[in-house]
């Protein structure tokens, strides 16, 4: 799907290359789906497509948070209240695509009010 030019001159490679998701979204989309389970830095690496050279770095991160528990050589969903609701929030989301379809971001933006134009 084509992007408007300014998106194009004003975003990172990376966002581009991921639509718009961060490598930490990545991460813990995937321990979402998962929680469950525990996986190894290099099972959510290959799962996520995150380059090695950014997975510790983005897993230390969200354990600084509370978002994801480290035990060993393996990582697993956090148990904090953020995680539980991010978790909720992502199943929510899967089911309506499910039922729906995934939002066109350009077609909602044709339909969305412009406050500037109504002032």
Same mark, same amino acid.
């Given at each position: 799907?084509?992007?408007?030019?300014?998106?194009?001159?004003?975003?990172?490679?990376?966002?581009?290359?991921?639509?718009?998701?961060?490598?930490?979204?990545?991460?813990? &989309?995937? +321990?979402?789906? *998962?929680?469950?389970?525990?996986?190894?830095?290099? #099972?959510?690496? %290959?799962?996520?497509?995150?380059?090695?050279?950014?997975?510790?770095?983005?897993?230390?991160?969200?354990?600084? &948070?509370? +978002?994801?528990? *480290?035990?060993?050589?393996?990582?697993?969903?956090? #148990?904090?209240? %953020?995680?539980?609701?991010?978790?909720?929030?992502?199943?929510?989301?899967?089911?309506?695509?499910?039922?729906?379809?995934?939002?066109?971001?350009?077609?909602?933006?044709?339909?969305?009010?412009?406050?500037?134009?109504?002032?």
């Amino acid at each position: 799907m084509p992007i408007d030019i300014e998106t194009f001159e004003s975003s990172t490679t990376e966002h581009l290359q991921n639509n718009g998701e961060t490598n930490a979204e990545r991460v813990m &989309r995937f +321990l979402a789906t *998962h929680p469950e389970q525990a996986f190894t830095q290099s #099972e959510i690496r %290959d799962a996520t497509d995150v380059k090695a050279g950014s997975i510790s770095v983005v897993l230390s991160r969200l354990e600084d &948070r509370d +978002l994801v528990r *480290h035990k060993g050589n393996y990582w697993a969903l956090g #148990e904090d209240e %953020d995680v539980a609701s991010y978790t909720s929030m992502l199943e929510s989301t899967r089911a309506a695509n499910d039922r729906f379809g995934e939002e066109d971001m350009d077609e909602w933006l044709e339909h969305a009010v412009d406050d500037e134009a109504t002032e």
